[in-house]
């Protein structure tokens, strides 16, 4: 099993940059694939980006392409990702989430989840 807790989340400004940080407890971490999603105001969850277990794997919503980047520390027990180029729209929810499969979704761990909020 694996607990995770997301970290890293706040207001910025429209432009600005965030790294979001996800810590995993659980021996397993390196064998699990890692997402990010999140969850605007009033809209449902919706998958963001993706790493594999060995971060040879990535795949990204086409709405954060090129400004966010998903990496990992196996060593660490620990996923990240990288947002650059906030826009209001990115104003969100940010949950982490771990799966034995790589892809966008089937994902069975979550964590509780970080606020995002960016001021145009």
């Known amino acids: 099993q694996v607990q995770l807790a997301e970290s890293g989340g706040g207001l910025v400004q429209a432009g600005g940059s965030l790294r979001l940080s996800c810590a995993a407890s659980g021996r397993t971490f390196s064998s699990y694939a890692m997402g990010w999603f999140r969850q605007p105001p009033g809209k449902e969850r919706e998958f963001v980006a993706a790493i594999s277990w060995s971060r040879l794997g990535t795949i990204y919503a086409d709405s954060v392409k090129g400004r966010f980047t998903i990496s990992r520390d196996n060593a660490k027990n620990t996923v990240y990702l990288q947002i650059d180029s906030l826009k209001p729209e990115d104003t969100a929810v940010y949950y982490c989430?771990?799966?034995?499969?790589?892809?966008?979704?089937?994902?069975?761990?979550w964590g509780q989840g970080t606020q995002v909020t960016v001021s145009s």
């Open positions: 989430a771990a799966s034995p499969h790589f892809g966008t979704d089937d994902y069975n761990y």
